[in-house]
């Protein structure tokens, strides 16, 4: 067992702080949506490779992992960073804005990325740990149900680089600048998602009687989605049906053969879930009936929840309130939105931590967002520190 002062300290990677921060800001003027992180990639790739890591390019798709083993030890550890950006049209005008029309890193993966390349570059240099490090650098995390972590893990993630214990990290708006948010258990929500087209009858609108109408249907079936949560939900679970579209006809004279509603689906429990689906499905079917029509339901199960493991939870609690002292630790409160970093933590056990990114950030996805550079050399102190102490015990 080490002495505290032989792991990384915050004053140990603050030096590297203008480095991270052109590093993040290169990133940041130069966004590719998913699948397309060639030249990010690339740009990962060749700094892991000077630092005298073995890397392996194109895992499920433009991923890339680095692994690098140090000592005896027969302990591994995996650390997951996000690389895509999204299709929105920055209005930052900050200098290093984007450079590529209606493409911008709004949701921090340049950030992220960064934060894994700081904590790379300083373990490489120390090699201070006493075993295997698993960098993985992943791909097409925007990307809805078929993204960057299922991708990899079908490529042979676990096969190919066998690791004991993964983490991950996204930034926190509305949180301060360098401070952690953990929470054992569920974390983020699951995301589902349904397409439901009520088919009934069209015609003339001033012949209501001789049609049916799917754009009544469809209207009845909204009211009453709104009360899944409410009347089929135990009050003490979190779950969120939203109709976030309604799709029928094109002129007030004439009543539409179909509609279509789309529909977003948030929980965190299993059985929860099961029971939404369930509760959507009957609801669709038998208030279309009611009105002589039909509904056609394609429901699709999206990410899982975000499940993080109470001992690694726990151990990264500590290493945190080591770097930055317990005042700048805190428990997060449950997220509706959704990670595919949860698939990783179907396999194996691990922890999605949050990093605060400025009490005044602008929310994620949102056009006016930017990574807080400031929380830069934290998130690598804590990769740097966690990994050494994971290794060491």
């Not at 990962?44 to 895992?59: I, S």
């Not at 009520?198 to 989605?225: E, F, M, Q, W, Y």
């Not at 004279?253 to 009957?282: G, Q």
Request: charged share 25%; aromatic share 6%; glycine share 8%.
């Amino acid at each position: 067992m080490s002495l505290d002062n032989d792991f990384a300290r915050l004053s140990d990677l603050e030096p590297m702080e203008a480095e991270l921060t052109a590093i993040r800001r290169h990133l940041h003027a130069h966004p590719e949506l998913s699948f397309e992180e060639a030249e990010t990639a690339r740009f990962v790739a060749e700094k892991l490779e000077t630092w005298g890591y073995e890397v392996t390019r194109n895992l499920g798709g433009h991923g890339v992992v680095a692994r690098m083993t140090v000592g005896a030890g027969k302990k591994s550890i995996a650390i997951r960073a996000d690389m895509d950006a999204l299709p929105i049209t920055e209005e930052t005008s900050r200098p290093y804005a984007s450079t590529v029309a209606g493409k911008m890193h709004a949701c921090g993966h340049d950030g992220h990325t960064t934060i894994l390349l700081g904590a790379a570059e300083y373990l490489a240099r120390t090699r201070r740990f006493n075993g295997t490090v698993n960098l993985i650098f992943q791909p097409a995390e925007e990307a809805g149900a078929l993204s960057g972590a299922p991708a990899m893990i079908a490529d042979g993630l676990f096969e190919r680089f066998p690791f004991d214990v993964i983490f991950g990290l996204h930034n926190h708006p509305g949180a301060p600048e360098g401070t952690w948010l953990m929470r054992s258990g569920p974390l983020m929500a699951a995301a589902d998602s349904a397409e439901i087209i009520i088919r009934g009858k069209g015609g003339h609108a001033s012949r209501p009687h001789l049609t049916v109408d799917p754009v009544v249907v469809a209207c009845n079936l909204v009211v009453s989605l709104q009360s899944v949560v409410s009347r089929s939900i135990d009050p003490t679970q979190t779950a969120v049906v939203t109709v976030g579209a309604i799709h029928a006809g094109e002129a007030a004279n004439v009543i539409p053969e179909s509609a279509k509603l789309l529909l977003s689906i948030r929980s965190f429990d299993p059985k929860v879930r099961d029971t939404l689906e369930a509760r959507i499905r009957r609801l669709a079917e038998t208030i279309a009936d009611g009105y002589g029509a039909t509904a056609e339901i394609e429901y699709t199960r999206g990410h899982p929840v975000v499940v993080n493991s109470e001992a690694e939870t726990e151990f990264a609690r500590k290493v945190a309130e080591e770097l930055v002292g317990a005042e700048k630790v805190s428990v997060c409160n449950l997220i509706p939105g959704s990670e595919d970093f949860s698939h990783f933590l179907e396999h194996k056990p691990g922890s999605f931590l949050r990093l605060g990114n400025g009490v005044d950030s602008a929310i994620l996805h949102s056009a006016k967002y930017d990574f807080a550079d400031k929380s830069l050399t934290v998130g690598a102190a804590m990769w740097a520190r966690l990994t050494e102490r994971y290794l060491d015990e």
